[in-house]
């Protein structure tokens, strides 16, 4: 199986900041690299896909880089409804496995 | 609009079984690879299994492999998880995802709690 990890496990922001939050594969996937928002007690929702575009409706702010085994999900300015869980997802092999998330709060 | 739909949770003992239900609209499900994906309380997600279009592949994590059976019924737009060998770790909700263009889940349901227990 695909090993996935993120980094931080936690991060402290404020509205307006910019941020970005790494995961990595142990091994190369190819772009196969998901990314997604959860809120408490909701599913999660789909924010980036083929590590770069983004999912209908997703404020631009969002934005996803990388390669290899090595990808970013950036935020550049930070709203209060950004303040949520962030995984991400690689979908190159299956078991697709996800990373352990990332909870970004104020 | 896209709907999933899950059903089936509950609270069962360890050894037990279960059988989840995911009612799809919105879109054509016959043509669709459908996932499940779980989380535990307060934990990360566990992608479990995938079934394609004619369900006559699937796929699942190692952790349920042998013990979880997913399923699909394209007359009636359901999907399915056939839950054996219940085990305390798999105390989890459970979600229905759609596939999206590259394999992530672009849709998702609101979820089912499992809860294995005695």
């Known amino acids: 199986d695909i090993q996935m990890t993120q980094s931080p496990s936690s991060l402290s922001a404020s509205v307006g900041d910019r941020v970005t939050i790494t995961c990595r594969a142990d091994?190369?996937?190819?772009?196969?690299l998901s990314w997604y928002q959860q809120k408490p007690g909701k599913a999660p929702r789909l924010l980036i896909y083929?590590?770069?575009t983004l999912q209908t409706g997703v404020p631009s702010r969002f934005s996803g880089g990388g390669s290899g085994t090595e990808y970013t999900l950036s935020i550049s300015s930070l709203q209060p409804e950004d303040f949520a869980t962030y995984y991400c997802?690689?979908?190159?092999?299956?078991?697709?496995?996800f990373g352990q998330g990332t909870n970004l709060d104020i | 609009e896209v709907q999933l739909v899950e059903s089936g949770g509950g609270l069962v003992q360890p050894g037990g079984s279960l059988r989840l239900s995911c009612a799809a609209s919105?879109?054509?499900?016959?043509?669709?690879?459908m996932y499940w994906v779980r989380q535990t309380p307060g934990k990360g997600l566990l992608w479990v299994s995938r079934?394609?279009?004619?369900?006559?592949?699937?796929n699942y994590a190692d952790s349920v492999k042998g013990r979880f059976t997913v399923s699909r019924d394209n007359a009636k737009n359901t999907l399915y998880l056939q839950m054996d060998s219940l085990r305390a770790e798999d105390t989890a909700v459970y979600y229905c995802?759609?596939?999206?263009?590259?394999?992530?889940?672009?849709?998702w349901g609101q979820g089912t709690l499992v809860t294995v227990s005695s």
């Open positions: 995802t759609k596939r999206g263009y590259t394999g992530e889940s672009e849709y």
């Open positions: 919105g879109f054509t499900f016959s043509s669709s690879w």
């Open positions: 079934i394609n279009t004619d369900g006559d592949t699937t």
């Open positions: 091994q190369i996937i190819r772009n196969y």
């Open positions: 083929a590590a770069f």
């Open positions: 997802q690689q979908t190159y092999s299956p078991p697709y496995t």
